[in-house]
């Protein structure tokens, strides 16, 4: 066995979305949209936000990673480490992947936080995943989440129609019989950054009562543009990992594509020449959870995958930042 690849497998997927639901409803009493806009261009109807005195991202970490090492029949103490995906921390530091270990009781593990937006997720998987493959670490924990309603101006109905929250996290274990994360294509382009970015509460500019009353403090979004590289950006890269790895479409059993907005699913399954039925899409009832989007399609439909699919995971985000990642499940 010593002499066998080690691959980083997905053994367990936990999921956890908050009660609360903000409808397009709800949203047409706020700015001025309605819902058949919202739906026609986003794909979206409803998502859940995460309501409550001092609660925060880590607090829908804590439940979806408990909820993974329920179904593993293991306790949080056996986690090595714990790697967050988000761009709403609790606070600028300690990271949440920190502070979640400290409320999970995972005494053993150590953890960070990768900063990468909506690609958080892939970013962090295939960290996660090189972790497994080095020998050193049995129990890796990846999570994605975020509690975007924290920086979502709902005066803004370019953005406020589009986030949501949650929270999705997947365990790796060593595999060797070849299961599990195969392949990655990871990009990313910082000239990106000044059509999709936070302006303010970082070390550029911290925050002062000005940049508190110019509104600088939430997402800030210019949407053609981010559409327009996303489109191609996703699709372009997925294309590619099919080709490195002298797959088409036929052999995918799934595409998890960051659910950012149906028109960019739509754009990269056909490239892919995948139809409608083999793409996880549940953007209409949680909108895009940054982060999260593609733990919880995998905690969504965990009992529709069986051993030995192939699924392709690919994501867009703000940055930009964007990928591509092969897995082969592995039960």
Not at 90 to 108: E, Q, R, Y
Not at 175 to 189: F, H, Q, R, T
Not at 239 to 267: C, K, M, S
């Amino acid at each position: 066995m010593a002499n066998k690849k080690i691959t980083a497998a997905i053994t367990a997927v936990g999921g956890y979305v908050p009660e609360d639901k903000l409808t397009n409803a709800d949203l047409e009493k706020m700015v001025d949209t309605n819902d058949e806009w919202i739906r026609s261009r986003t794909g979206i109807s409803e998502r859940r936000i995460l309501k409550g005195e001092g609660l925060a991202t880590s607090d829908m970490v804590v439940p979806a990673v408990k909820q993974l090492c329920e179904k593993r029949g293991i306790s949080p103490e056996e986690i090595d480490c714990l790697i967050v995906g988000t761009v709403t921390p609790d606070m600028v530091f300690p990271s949440t992947a920190n502070i979640a270990c400290a409320k999970l009781g995972a005494k053993n593990a150590w953890g960070f936080d990768v900063s990468a937006a909506c690609s958080g997720f892939l970013f962090s998987l295939t960290q996660g995943a090189a972790l497994i493959e080095s020998g050193r670490y049995k129990k890796v924990v990846v999570c994605g989440a975020d509690k975007m309603s924290a920086i979502v101006d709902y005066e803004d109905r370019t953005t406020c129609i589009i986030f949501g929250d949650g929270a999705g996290a997947v365990l790796l274990e060593p595999n060797y019989d070849g299961y599990g994360v195969l392949d990655s294509i990871l990009k990313s382009d910082g000239t990106g950054s000044q059509f999709l970015h936070m302006k303010a509460g970082g070390s550029l500019k911290p925050a002062t009562m000005e940049t508190v009353m110019a509104k600088e403090h939430f997402a800030y979004q210019e949407g053609q543009s981010v559409f327009k590289f996303a489109v191609k950006g996703m699709a372009d890269v997925s294309a590619e990992l099919l080709e490195r790895n002298h797959l088409t479409g036929d052999d995918i059993a799934w595409l998890v594509p960051h659910q950012a907005n149906l028109r960019i699913i739509d754009a990269t399954a056909n490239r892919m020449g995948l139809p409608k039925e083999k793409v996880m899409i549940n953007i209409q009832k949680y909108g895009n959870t940054t982060a999260a989007t593609i733990p919880l399609c995998l905690w969504e439909w965990k009992h529709e995958l069986n051993k030995g699919d192939n699924i392709v995971l690919a994501a867009f985000g703000g940055g930009f930042t964007w990928g591509a990642t092969l897995i082969k499940w592995e039960y």
